[in-house]
């Protein structure tokens, strides 16, 4: 179960949680779980076990967010945007909803 107007390096907004109405940039995209990592967003501290490579101790890390929970974001609106597919010069583009930017 997926969602494909998301994807990796677009812009989006949270819409619901803790950082309902912040932005961040999708780092990537799980389809088959229907989450995404997006930069700054749902940042939790994890214990780690101190290996060869890593000292260990607390680290922040950002957790997954479902997908259902974000939305492009459309800068000219400031708000979020649905988007369409569109074919131009005979290929197909996401386009947003609100302004008609190519994204």
Request: hydrophobic share 30%; with cysteine; charged share 35%.
């Amino acid at each position: 179960m997926s969602i494909a107007r998301i994807r990796k390096d677009d812009t989006v907004i949270v819409l619901s949680g803790n950082d309902a109405g912040r932005t961040g940039k999708v780092k990537s995209v799980n389809r088959k779980e229907g989450t995404a990592i997006v930069e700054g967003m749902n940042v939790h501290k994890k214990a780690v076990r101190r290996t060869e490579r890593t000292q260990g101790g607390l680290i922040e890390r950002e957790f997954p967010i479902r997908l259902c929970k974000l939305m492009p974001f459309d800068p000219d609106a400031k708000k979020g945007s649905r988007v369409a597919t569109v074919e131009k010069d005979g290929k197909k583009v996401r386009q947003l909803k609100t302004s008609g930017k190519t994204i």
